[in-house]
Each structure stands twice: as C-alpha cells, then as structure tokens.
C-alpha cells in the first residue's frame, strides 16, 4: 500500500472540499491519504484589503512552509492564489480538470445596475472591471471564506457582492439571485485546482501525474505567463483567460487602472502546439501598448 501520502490544506471548507477531492482521487487510485488543515495568513487578518497586506502568496505560504519543514507531503490550492513563482524546492505536480471560471454577481435585486449601487468584493481584479462598467458605484472591501463573504452580504446594506461561480459551486452554496459576469475577464488561473509536492519527492509526484488534466494545464500556463510577464505577483487588475477551441487556443488578456478608466486589451489566437511563449508575447503586447506606464502607475499607488 505504500506511505501515507499527507496532504495539506486551508481550513476553510472550499479548500477542505478541493484537498478530500484530490483525497479521494489518490484513493481511488489505493494511496493511503491523511489530511491535515492549517489556517493561513490570509485567513487569519480578515480587517485589511489583500493588496494592502505586501504578502505575495499569502493563502500558500504557511503550508508552503509547513511542506518544507516536512509536516506535509503535498498541498492543495486554489490556483489563482498560487504565486507564479514557487518557492525552490516545490513543483507543480497536478492540475486538476478546471471548473467553472466565470465571476458571478450575488445579488438582492438588479434595479441598482442602471442607478448607484454599492458592490463588495476583495479583488482589484474585479472592482477595476466593475468599475469600468459601472463608473457611479461604490466598491467596497469583502475579505474572508466564500462562507464567511456570502454572510457578510446578507447582514450588510450593499447590492451584491462578486464571487467565483466555482466556489460557490464546489461547496454547494451558489443562490439562486445571481448573474453571470460573462464579459468579466476571470483571474489567471481561475477555476483550477493545483496540487504542489516537493521537487524531490518521486513517490508523491508519479501519485499525482494520475490526476493531472492536460488541457486545463495548457491553458492555465498560457494565463500564468501572461500574469508574470506582466508583473509577476498577484495585485494589479489583471484578467487572463485562455480556452480551447478545436485545434486552436484562443486568449484574451487584459490590464486595468485601479480606478476601472483605463483598460489595455489583448485577444490572441494560436494553433495547439505552438503555444510556447504564447502569454508572455501577449503580456509584452499590453506592455508596449501603453501597459508599462499602467503597471508603474499601479505599483505606486499600492506602496
């Protein structure tokens, strides 16, 4: 039967689902498992924006250390949370098939889009993208587990709060008063599961080559290199979403001021297995269109 294979987690039950997802994979496959939950960084300090915390991989770091210091064999994530930039000695080793990648609006009513409404959410990403749409609303900071978000809208006076559709989804929790954001473009990585194990461990690694699912590995790389090329962390309002289509992948990338007026896009097609620099080439796009001075401009206003 082999080692216990110990795979770290988040405590919170989205990540609690996703870690006894890829559990039960590894069982079907007769790995013995155990699971063991931490609380994060970024669970913890729930009283400031994310971007004003400095903290790059701020969901990631404490079970980053918890697998260097050998308390885990592997670890589960939300993969939009993962730096581009593992720590030395970590790999990625499973991309599980990727889930629903859209943003959703959770809502009390939709008359407020066509007035002045007040919207939560704790992503620049997404209070950017709003912004840009609906220039009259307040965006104001949501912090916290999808649980813990969906409760504070219900006690609070605002419109409606934004969420990952695949989230609410995985734990069941997705109401009925939503709407899709179809012209929202999703984070890098959105909807995908990533599964981390240390470079040296050969048992945990060919344990989970079993699960991983090569087109969602495709596209989310495509999204990833376009996010480090741009400007490799995670708090600039950045949107990156790459999709197959039949022999093709088609990508749309795109980079907006924290205010939501300026916005530099990018759409992109490529033929399957010419790929390689793909995202980094759109990046570079963005960047020579005016995307350089954004990104600058950016980085200041977030010191």
Known sequence: MGRIIRIGTRDSELALWQARTVQNHLRDLDYNTALVPVKSTGDIILDKPLYELGITGIFTKTLDVAMINGDIDIAVHSMKDVPTALPKGIVEAAILKRANVSDILVHKGVNFLENDGTI????????????????????????????????KLQDSNW?????????????????????????????????????????????????????????????????????????????????????????????????????????????????????????????????????????????????
């Open 120 to 151: 939560a959410t704790g992503s620049l990403r997404r209070k950017a993208q709003w912004l840009h749409k609906y220039p009259t609303h307040a965006v104001v900071d949501l912090r916290g587990n999808v649980n813990t978000r969906m409760q």
């Open 159 to 303: 419109n409606g709060a934004i969420f990952a559709a695949a989230g609410l989804e995985r734990i069941d929790l997705k109401p009925e008063n939503y709407i899709d954001l179809n012209w929202m473009v999703p984070a890098p990585a959105q909807g995908a599961m990533l599964v981390v194990a240390k470079d040296d461990d050969v048992y945990c690694k060919e344990a989970l080559a079993h699960l991983n699912h090569k087109p969602s590995e495709i596209c989310v790389h495509i999204e990833r290199a376009f996010l480090r090329e741009l400007e490799g962390g995670c708090t600039a309002p950045i949107g990156a979403l790459a999709t197959l289509e039949n022999d093709a992948i088609l990508f749309r990338g795109a980079l907006f001021s924290l205010d939501g007026q300026h916005k530099i896009e990018v759409i992109k097609k490529v033929k399957i297995g010419e790929e390689q620099n793909f995202g980094q080439n759109c990046a570079r796009e963005i960047l020579n269109n005016g995307g350089k001075e954004l990104m600058s401009k950016i980085k200041k206003n977030l010191k």
